[in-house]
């Protein structure tokens, strides 16, 4: 089937969201921020906060759990903006040209505390149709049901709609329903991809491209 909607992933792919941006200014020692990052304050418990769980619930826990490290864990919340990096000007210059031919859509897993903080930044949000946020619905990527919610949400049919996401279990899904898909991975072009596809028929021009301040993502 012709490809009729594509739907985004945010962080890592429209948004580049690192806690590093926070974290590297508030420790000395990078090894000791990289342990804090994969231990206290890590992918799996951010993902709580994806799949609704509220911040004060979520830092006080932690705050319990790991005492030594109240003052940085506190900063998960007050200073969550700062892990913020910027747009991806890249793939959201796509945008206004995909609108062009196709219905555009949001697919992220993301704290519905948090999500209004960068809608109402960037401008490319509002040019979807319609979006899903994990923590609203409290239901987070790769869970099948999300993806589910998507479609009957707007009356999208799996095999005419190609998911773009950083983040590999989230493909695997999207796949297993019908999706057609584009993993974005580090060094995968988005627009070559389109191409492949035959989603957009030559490169755009570009006129400025930022320069992301940290190259790893962990954002799903």
């Not at 479609?151 to 950083?166: G, H, P, S, V």
């Amino acid at each position: 089937m012709r490809i009729k909607n594509i739907v985004f992933d945010f962080g890592g792919v429209l948004i580049d969201w690192n806690p590093r941006y926070l974290y590297r200014f508030l420790f000395d020692n990078e090894e000791v921020m990289e342990l804090f990052l994969q231990e206290v304050c890590n992918a799996s418990w951010n993902r709580e906060l994806d799949a609704g769980k509220l911040f004060d619930v979520a830092i006080r826990e932690r705050i319990e759990q790991f005492p030594q490290y109240k003052k940085q864990i506190l900063k998960y919340q007050s200073h969550w903006l700062e892990m913020i990096g910027g747009e991806i000007k890249q793939n959201t210059t796509l945008i206004d040209i995909l609108n062009q031919n196709y219905q555009l859509y949001g697919l992220t897993n993301w704290s519905a505390e948090t999500f209004p903080l960068v809608y109402n930044e960037y401008a490319f949000f509002k040019k979807l149709e319609g979006i899903v946020v994990s923590g609203e619905e409290q239901i987070a990527k790769p869970d099948e049901r999300i993806f589910k919610l998507l479609l009957e949400r707007y009356k999208l049919n799996a095999e005419e709609t190609l998911f773009i996401d950083d983040n590999k279990d989230n493909i695997e899904t999207a796949n297993s329903l019908g999706f057609k898909s584009i993993h974005l991975e580090p060094g995968v072009n988005l627009y070559t991809e389109l191409q492949k596809l035959g989603v957009v028929p030559s490169r755009p021009i570009v006129k400025s491209i930022s320069v992301l301040r940290y190259s790893a993502n962990i954002k799903s």
